[in-house]
């Protein structure tokens, strides 16, 4: 069990904090510390918002081990309104069909259980259908 | 500069290899390509393997293969690029001959994927991927390629239907290769039936991971004898361009920007344009990277690579074919071992050695790998050499 990596990327999967570059505004998730965009340094600490649209979905029907109790499941590609795109699970569906556009938001949830006899789970962020609630 | 040139080929038929290890696989290519050679041996030893340290517990798979052929004292070592590391072997191969470091330099790749079954494959399978940005929230690469294929047809309004033409083109032209994994033509209502993997991607738009060994031996044309074996073949340039690991981290998911940039390297090297390229062997990992590549690569506009499957152009007998061997789809896709098969497949188109499959006045091919979703394009042309 790779404790440490997971331990390492607490910010990333449990607030989705990225980066703000200091030269040209792009936000940047993953964090990675040279901006894509104009090639410098970028190392400012920034909190994405954790709303977006969705750009691609699937079903994936035929899981690697870590994710067979699980599957099938929806794993798509999230533009966010911030700016970058991720990877990441369509969760809280309930009987809405997911679609191209559609608005999500971020939200914590089990990844999957860590391959470890102590039970331990690893935890991030998945991305729901936006509450109409929310939207009122 | 003098010539760098193909002396000799060898590869095993590729499928499921129970009763065969990994070495055996690898120095049964090796032997039959120094034997094509009129015995030359490699002062430089370059193997190409993606995934036997997972699946095989086998790391220093160059060290291993070199001393399992019979070859010691050489330089010895294992390339890795995920689906183009046979291609960066013989890169590395033609960087040895050519810097002057070696006369004579052997790329083989290998691959031994069915020491696991099942979800122990498809975990294997994505560690080509972002570990921590994508494999960790359960994308697979076959999922991957969902995605695209879904944002394809949702962009360009593609018909979902016409992404049979190629799988079934590969496997047409498998018939015609007796090393091939699937030597039977399917009918487009087979395509239609399969089993959805990842949706809307189904099993015949997914290339099998095979077991299989492939070997190209390289040289500089002055140090070889005035008579050999083999007709030889030219590397005439290499193009080689990166682009982000991660799909998501792309400004346009959809543009293959490494593939175009490698294909314009490549020809600008081999000194020649699109339209003098003969037949493209390209990357069909997936039947949504066709149209992509063809796209990207300049043989088609955006978001028109689909209908090149649907008017014949790319069978044998069209303007650019493609795939002449039956492909990743049909020939069948042993990871680290790809890209020589690849190579080796021209070879035989170039020589005149296609059998069945032969395209008439073969002069010049387009050889491309890619790893993942052309996070790296790895392309090289090929001549006969005058």
Redesign the interface.
């Known amino acids: 069990m790779d404790i440490s990596?997971h331990w390492r990327?607490r910010k990333q999967r449990y607030r989705l904090v990225g980066e703000v570059c200091p030269h040209c505004g792009a936000k940047l998730f993953?964090p990675r510390d040279v901006c894509?965009h104009c090639g410098m340094e970028a190392k400012t600490v920034e909190t994405l918002v954790g709303t977006g649209t969705v750009?691609?979905?699937?079903?994936?029907?035929?899981?690697?081990?870590?994710?067979?109790e699980?599957s099938p499941?929806v794993?798509?590609?999230i533009s966010l309104d911030d700016g970058?795109?991720?990877?990441?699970?369509l969760t809280d569906l309930g009987d809405v069909e997911p679609y191209?556009g559609m608005r999500v938001e971020m939200v914590t949830r089990k990844?999957?259980n860590a391959d470890d006899e102590r039970g331990l789970i690893?935890y991030?962020y998945k991305f729901r259908p936006v509450l109409e609630r929310a939207l009122a | 500069m003098d010539d760098i040139v193909i002396t000799g080929i060898g590869f095993t038929p590729v499928g499921e290899h129970w009763e065969v290890s990994l070495r055996e696989l690898a120095t049964d290519a090796a032997l039959k390509a120094m034997q094509e050679s009129g015995g030359l041996r490699p002062q430089a030893v370059y193997v190409a393997n993606q995934y036997a340290p997972v699946l095989s517990r086998q790391a220093n798979v160059g060290v291993l293969v070199a001393d399992f052929i019979g070859l010691h004292d050489v330089e010895a070592a294992t390339v890795e690029a995920g689906g183009a590391s046979g291609m960066m072997a013989l890169r590395a191969a033609y960087l040895a001959v050519a810097s002057g470091e070696a006369d004579v330099a052997l790329a083989l790749g290998v691959e031994k994927s069915t020491d696991r079954v099942?979800?122990?494959v498809?975990?294997a399978?994505?560690v080509v991927l972002d570990a921590?940005?994508?494999?960790?929230?359960?994308?697979?690469p076959?999922?991957q390629a969902?995605?695209?294929m879904?944002?394809y047809i949702?962009e360009y309004n593609a018909e979902r239907a016409a992404f049979a033409a190629f799988p079934v083109l590969a496997h047409r032209n498998a018939v015609g290769n007796p090393a091939a994994m699937f030597r039977r033509a399917i009918k487009e209502s087979t395509y239609h039936r399969a089993t959805?993997?990842?949706?809307?991607?189904n099993l015949f738009d997914a290339a099998p991971l095979a077991d299989g060994a492939a070997a190209v031996l390289v040289a500089r044309r002055s140090v070889l004898p005035p008579e050999m074996p083999q007709p030889l073949v030219r590397i005439a340039g290499f193009g080689i361009a990166n682009d982000?690991l991660?799909?998501?981290?792309?400004d346009d998911?959809l543009d293959f920007a490494a593939v175009r940039s490698s294909v314009e390297s490549a020809c600008k090297r081999a000194n020649c344009s699109l339209e003098e390229v003969d037949f493209f062997e390209l990357y069909d990992a997936f039947s949504i990277y066709v149209p992509l590549i063809l796209e990207a690569a300049g043989f088609a506009p955006r978001g028109e690579g689909w209908k090149m499957g649907q008017d014949g152009s790319l069978e044998l007998d069209g303007k650019l074919p493609i795939l002449t061997m039956g492909g990743l789809k049909a020939r069948g896709n042993p990871g680290g071992a790809t890209g020589l098969y690849q190579v080796a497949e021209a070879v035989m188109q170039l020589r005149g050695q296609a059998g069945d499959n032969q395209i008439p006045n073969a002069r010049r091919a387009l050889v491309q790998s890619l790893s993942g979703p052309a996070s790296l394009a790895a392309t090289t042309i090929l001549e006969p050499a005058p």
């Open positions: 990596r990327n993953p894509p750009y691609a979905f699937t079903t994936v029907r035929q899981a690697p081990s870590d994710f067979a699980q499941y794993v798509a590609l970058p795109m991720l990877t990441a699970q191209v990844l999957r690893i991030g | 099942g979800p122990d498809e975990t399978l994505s921590d940005y994508e494999a960790e929230h359960g994308l697979t076959a999922a969902a995605l695209l879904q944002r949702h959805m993997l990842s949706d809307p991607l982000t991660a799909l998501h981290d792309r998911p």
